[in-house]
Structure formats: C-alpha cells, structure tokens
C-alpha cells in the first residue's frame, strides 16, 4: 500500500497507522501537494476545513476540521483512515489509533487532571477507538505507576551504559559490540566512563539520585575486576544515601559467574536481569546466543543462591528479572507456553515480554527474506497466555510501551507483584524526572517542570545524546561532558 499525503507535518503519524494494517510491509510515502488518488494508495488531502481520503483511486471519505485545533485535526485524521482501512481489511487494531511508544501516558496525565475512571475510559474509547482491554490494561499501568514512583521532586535518574555483549544477537539494534574483539577498548572505555561518572557527582550533588541502571549492550560482560572498577567509581562519586534502587543488567546468562555476581551484591545492587528470551534451544542457537537452557538455569541458580543468602544476613538481596521475546523465529504458540511454563518453575520476582520489533539496523531485518516464512506473528491470544501465566506467578502489568514494526502491532509489557516494580522502567517510560545518562550510545533526557517542582504533565522533554561508536565516544569524551553541561545548563 502507497501513501500520498500533501501535509507533511502529520506523514509519521499516518504511517505508522497505515502500516499497523499491513504488517510486515512497509508502505511508500510520497509527499505531494495534489494527493491525488491512484491505485493500491491511500491518498490524504488536507485543506482550510476538510480531510479527504481516496483509497484504491476509487471511494471516498472526508471530515470537516478546525485547522487551529492539531490535536483534534490529527485524532479526526487518524480515525478516518482507521476505519477506513479497518473496513477495507475487515482488521481491527487492539490498540486502535494509538501510534506512539507510551500508550500509559494518556490515562496517568489525565489521573494527574483528576478524570474520573469512567471518563478516562470514555476518552480513549471514543478518541482513539482502542479495545475495552487496551484501556483497561493502559489505565491499571498509569495508577500503579502513580502510586509507586511518588514525588520526584529534586530526584533524577542515572542510567550507565556497557556497550558489550559475548555475541550479537540476531534482532539486536543496539550499538552492542562483541566483548571479545573490543576487550583491548575495554579499559579506555572505563577511564571515559569514569571520568562521566565523576561530572555527575560533581554536578548533581545538590539533587537526590534515585535509581541507577546499568544497561547496555551486557554490562556483565566486563569481568568481575572490570565490574568493581566501574561500581567503586559509582561508590566514590555518587551519592548512593538516598538511592531507592540500583538495577545491574546481567542480560545474558553466559556472561553470568558467582564472582560477578558477588561484586554486584557488595556495591548495593539490588535489582539483576538474567534474561532467556526463550527457554527453547533450537531458537537460542538461531537468535545468535551461545548458550544453552541449561545455562540460563545454573546462572538463575548462582543468583538466587546468593540473593538469598545475602538476606539471610541482613541484606537486600536482588529482585530478579527475566526478559522474554513473542514472536521469535521458528516459535508457535506451543513454544511460548513451554517457554513460560519453565519460567514460572524457576520463580523470578519480575517477568517482561517483549513482542519482536524487526528494527532496520538488525542483522534479522537485512535477512528477512531468510526468515520471513518462520516468524510467528503475536496477537491477542498470545498476549491473553503471557497475561495469564505473569497472572499465576503473582504478577501484575506495571508498565508498557510499544515499538515501531512490533509483531502484531502489540506491546512490551513488565509484570511485577506489589512493591517490587522496577522503579526507573516506571520513571523512563512515563518521562517522570530528570535522566542522566552516560556511556557511549546513551540519551540524556531533561524534563521541564513546573515552578512548584511537581512534574509538568504536558512537559517539554529535551533531549542531548553521546555518540554511538564506541572509539569516538573514548576521544570525544570531554564533548560529551561538555553537552551534558548545556542541556542541563550547569557553569562549570
Ligand atoms: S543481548 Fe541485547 S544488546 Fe546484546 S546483542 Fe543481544 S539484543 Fe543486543
């Protein structure tokens, strides 16, 4: 399906919607002052007072509009082409016209404006044609979310990426590189680091630092003399006293030991991601892992073993994560079961499932063609069986988000039981304070508040980031710092 459109500013919106209607496809979008209509294209003239569509060259739609209102003028236009495509591929979209990555945001700013539930629900309804279950799911999210993050005032964020992993994995669009070819890096890369780590302190000292998260890329991937040197500079710099959780990602269980673990544990960190993704072999050898089930198992083991016993001695233990993906090559619905049966006999105390999002920079999109027949596209009644198992294991839906090109067009969800949420999931997602990031790849966000402090519901988010690659992030460290002081506009 090809799109014509004549306004340029609503071109991404309408993409996104026409192309949820074709999945797998992607639509050609012309920009063109005339639209007019021609075969297999959705054509969008928009003038003083009226949209038209013409599909196929052929029938015909149009709204009137008030040109001064966008946001009403872009809500008419996506509902136009919603239903008309929705009659043309009799298909209807659980999340209706719903384009954008955070869904939850509507429902929390308009808890945040005091509407009613009724109200919130009727609003979505009606204004974005989502399904029952959607708004449902959306407005449960943004009361939690509410509930559990609080007042940020004065507080902020870090997040600290490791752009490092033992193996690429097929779907992987992050700047991640192979541990092994880049541990001559690895040292220079920490000195940089460091030298972030220590402009935060500096700078920040006055505000609260709230949660840490070490992402990546596996952060675990360093070694465990690698992992003090990183977590003593945090130690040494940071103010940790009022730090309400501290989240290392030890994404991929071959990069798991004891030793790593133990260091983790040493430093405070109190919230670990051992993710399998799926619990079948023939898939992790296809997805670009080199280890077995069995070793996401030992590695869960290790961590729970001293978690445990961490609290037995007073500790905070960790909370463990698990990350899943629906929709993975060569899975059916049977996999996804087996898959989630084998989670919820290993307990963790937080589930997150991913709907496969094939993104351009990933070696599965340059191979498509390879592996178009095997993927296994999500829907409502795969996203019904993950609810229902997180459901069994104690766990409810805390936070969501949708991605470009996600199988099904459906979301990521984190499950987690009360009170063991992660927090900063909760404060990214829903823009909530002020994060801090360093490391190569990483993306800064600063929030825009009001003059009480209370976080600005129809807030301006600016944003600066670091540089992908990873030499040029080692060379041009002192720029990168040098950003940072103008976006979060500090003197020295
Ligand atoms: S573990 Fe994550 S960051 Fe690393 S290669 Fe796989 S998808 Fe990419």
């Given at each position: 399906m090809n799109i014509k459109?004549?306004?340029?500013?609503?071109?991404?919106?309408?993409?996104?919607?026409?192309?949820?209607?074709?999945?797998?496809?992607?639509?050609?979008?012309?920009?063109?002052?005339?639209?007019?209509?021609?075969?297999?294209?959705?054509?969008?003239?928009?003038?003083?007072?009226?949209?038209?569509?013409t599909i196929d060259g052929g029938s015909f739609h149009s709204v009137s509009i008030d040109p001064k209102d966008?946001?009403?003028?872009?809500?008419?236009?996506?509902?136009?082409?919603?239903?008309?495509?929705?009659?043309?591929?009799?298909?209807?979209?659980?999340?209706?016209?719903?384009?954008?990555?955070?869904?939850?945001?509507?429902?929390?700013?308009?808890?945040?404006?005091?509407?009613?539930?009724?109200?919130?629900?009727?609003?979505?309804?009606?204004?974005?044609?989502?399904?029952?279950?959607?708004?449902?799911?959306?407005?449960?999210?943004?009361?939690?979310?509410?509930?559990?993050?609080?007042?940020?005032?004065?507080?902020?964020?870090?997040?600290?990426?490791?752009?490092?992993?033992?193996?690429?994995?097929?779907y992987c669009s992050f700047s991640s590189y192979p541990y092994g070819v880049y541990k001559d890096r690895v040292e220079a890369y920490l000195d940089a680091l460091i030298k972030e780590i220590r402009f935060v302190g500096d700078h920040f000292h006055d505000r609260i630092l709230d949660t840490v998260y070490i992402g990546g890329g596996t952060p675990t991937s360093l070694s465990a003399e690698e992992l003090e040197r990183l977590l003593g500079a945090v130690d040494a710099h940071l103010d940790l006293s009022r730090l309400r959780e501290y989240t290392v990602e030890a994404g991929r269980p071959d990069s798991v030991t004891e030793e790593k673990l133990k260091v983790l544990l040493k430093h405070g960190v109190n919230r670990i991601s051992i993710n399998p993704q799926t619990m079948q072999d023939k898939t992790l050898k296809k997805i670009g892992r080199f280890h077995s089930t069995e070793d996401i198992r030992k590695a869960y083991g290790v961590a729970?073993?001293?978690?445990?016993?961490?609290?037995?001695?007073?500790?905070?233990?960790?909370?463990?994560?698990?990350?899943?993906?629906?929709?993975?090559?060569?899975?059916?619905?049977?996999?996804?079961?087996?898959?989630?049966?084998?989670?919820?006999?290993?307990?963790?105390?937080?589930?997150?499932?991913?709907?496969?999002?094939?993104?351009?920079?990933?070696?599965?999109?340059?191979?498509?063609?390879?592996?178009?027949?095997?993927?296994?596209?999500?829907?409502?009644?795969?996203?019904?069986?993950?609810?229902?198992?997180?459901?069994?294991?104690?766990?409810?839906?805390?936070?969501?988000?949708?991605?470009?090109?996600?199988?099904?067009?459906?979301?990521?969800?984190?499950?987690?039981?009360?009170?063991?949420?992660?927090?900063?999931n909760m404060e990214i997602m829903e823009e909530l304070l002020d994060i801090v990031a360093i490391g190569a790849g990483s993306d800064c966000k600063k929030v825009e508040k009001y003059a009480d402090g209370q976080t600005d519901l129809r807030r301006k988010v600016e944003r600066c980031e670091n540089v992908k690659d990873v030499d040029a992030y080692i060379e041009r460290i002192d720029e990168m710092i040098e950003r940072k002081k103008t976006l979060f506009k500090t003197e020295t």
């Open positions: 459109i004549n306004d340029e500013s609503f071109a991404y919106d309408v993409f996104g919607l026409v192309q949820a209607f074709y999945p797998g496809t992607k639509p050609k979008m012309f920009i063109d002052k005339e639209a007019d209509a021609s075969e297999e294209t959705v054509a969008i003239f928009i003038s003083e007072d009226r949209i038209t569509l966008r946001a009403d003028t872009k809500n008419r236009l996506k509902r136009l082409i919603y239903e008309t495509l929705s009659d043309r591929t009799k298909k209807t979209l659980p999340w209706g016209t719903l384009t954008g990555i955070r869904p939850t945001k509507i429902p929390y700013k308009k808890l945040y404006e005091n509407k009613t539930k009724e109200e919130i629900f009727s609003f979505m309804e009606d204004t974005y044609l989502c399904t029952p279950e959607k708004i449902r799911l959306a407005y449960a999210i943004a009361r939690r979310e509410k509930e559990a993050v609080g007042d940020t005032k004065d507080r902020y964020a870090l997040y600290i990426g490791i752009p490092f992993c033992p193996s690429i994995c097929l729970r073993a001293l978690s445990d016993a961490d609290i037995k001695k007073g500790g905070r233990g960790f909370l463990i994560n698990m990350d899943l993906i629906v929709g993975l090559p060569g899975e059916n619905k049977e996999d996804i079961r087996d898959t989630l049966e084998q989670v919820k006999a290993m307990e963790p105390d937080n589930l997150t499932v991913h709907s496969l999002a094939i993104k351009r920079s990933s070696r599965l999109h340059e191979m498509l063609t390879e592996y178009e027949d095997e993927l296994f596209l999500n829907s409502n009644e795969i996203m019904d069986m993950v609810y229902g198992y997180a459901d069994s294991m104690g766990m409810q839906p805390y936070y969501l988000y949708r991605q470009k090109q996600i199988s099904g067009n459906m979301e990521n969800v984190g499950f987690a039981p009360d009170k063991k949420e992660c927090l900063y």
